[in-house]
């Protein structure tokens, strides 16, 4: 059976030698494209453990962004926080910046904002705003309150509007700005 220990008031060891927790720490990372948010690819591909190695704390990715994707990633070696922040009951805001092939309108936008039909189910409902048209493209402003793998990718898919760029501009409102 496990124990549960709080590291403020328990003193913890093993074998003799006291255990003490690390502080926490917390990264706003922008991700790259063509960087795998994970720290360690047994593809060889670049990690995002390269950014972080010298930050003096074993951290890891709250969530994950698509190989192909660029933007806000949060690292922390605080797993209560991580927890917090990906728990679907939270609804944590995840703000990305869209470009999909094909003029969508408002009609198209409405399919998005009510939820889109995945082979995993309905997705919940998005905000989405329309910025631009660029000839046949799109730019998008899309809120998501859940972190489905490839949802955005497969929304444009589901939808008929393949989304040909992907970049999270925040995570709970936080910002690689901030």
Known sequence: LGAKADPRKDRIEVDGTRLVAEPPV??????????????????GRPTVAEYVQNVGARVYPIGRLDFATSGV?????????????LHPRGGVPKTYVVKVHGVMDE????????????????????????MRHEGDKTWL????REGRNQQIRRMGEATRFPVMRLARLSFA???SEN
């Open 73 to 85: 990633l949060l690292m922390t070696n605080d797993g209560e926080f991580s927890n917090a922040m």
């Open 141 to 144: 402003e899309v809120v998501l």
């Open 107 to 130: 009609d198209d936008a409405k399919v998005w904002r009510k939820g889109v039909d995945l082979e995993d189910g309905k997705t919940l409902p998005a905000d989405v705003r329309i």
């Open 173 to 175: 409102g936080v910002t």
């Open 26 to 43: 917390y990264i706003v990372l922008h991700k790259p494209k063509n960087v795998v948010s994970t720290m360690s690819d047994p593809e």
